[in-house]
């Protein structure tokens, strides 16, 4: 049997979302699991990317979408008899209702249907035997962060304290939002069954169709005195501090999770994550090519002339170079390790340094020399 998924929550998206919105949460979720943004745990990145990817491979696709809403998951082959397709009053249609009268009567599926119908459901019409109770757990929201660095910042791993505010499961009710999580009464509504039923009639006869109970969402009681610390909400805003440890060498726009420690999940489910998205500022002295970095310096042309020793700029303060008689404009200085670490190696990138030549206007005894200088070379096309 397929395994059911929420494909909708694992996208982030409301089950309204449009293909457009779809396929934007899309490309968020992948830039953001990319495996290689995530080399602590690999890993898990690398399931989470597959599944956002099955995820979108079906919602992305109407036809499967549409599947997807009425099943819960997408059969294998897509629908039979060629395919869905789209219209009213066709196979798909009769098909929805059958699947909805599910749990209700079922004396209709005789002939080619129960077939098909065994296809879709197999083993999972037995299990779950068309009584659901309560709510399936609800895993809580992500909550992100922001976080921008300098350049000299990502030279070694840094620790940051991050203090940030969360939803938790209330103590005093463990959640159920119930005075001391027992003050319940059963709900009138569906006398404690949980579900609601409704009578529908089809090509096939008439059929109850069961839903979850809306005034107790299927949990068949409801609170009879709500808990004070939590208003009934079963969940409390709490101020968190985390010691986190920023890894050296981070790419502008990293993510780094940690796992639920975001807000709290429902119905049991499990909190959300901790995004925090890492921002490495630009640096107007430097261009960062991985983790080497790129940088202009200007010389004076009796420096470039005659050689001499001249400033360059790293990340850890100017550094004194030498550098040889005759050096043209354009000629690029490597310095060695004075770059970035690499993100999961420790070795250190490098600093090109790219020299530009600087004239300005002679004074009149540097004229005279320069005309000098120009004699003795020969030129005549001075002014
Ligand atoms: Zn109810
Ligand atoms: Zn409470």
Redesign the pocket.
Known sequence: MPQKKDYYRILEVEKSASQEDVKKAYRKLVKEWHPDRHMEDKQIAEEKFKEIQEAYEVLSNPEKRKLYDRFGFVPEGGMPNGGARGGTGGFEDIFGDIFGGFGGNQSSQGGPFSDIFDMFFGSERNTSGGRRRGNPPQRGDDIHVNLSFELKDILYDSKKIIEYTRTSE????K???AKNGTAFKTCPRCNGTGQHQEEQRTLFGSFIRTSVCPTCSGEGKIIEEK?S??S???K?SSKERIEVTIPAGIEDGAILRYREKGNAGKFGGPSGDLLMHLRVNPDKRFIRKGSDLETEIKINYITAALGGEIQIPTLEGNITESISEATNPDTVIRLKNQGLPSYNGRKRGDIYVKINVEFNKPSIKERKLLKEIAKIKNLSDIS
Request: glycine fraction near 28%; hydrophobic fraction near 5%.
């Open positions: 209330c103590h005093s009710c959640g159920t939002g808990c610390d939590c009934g909400t079963g409390i």
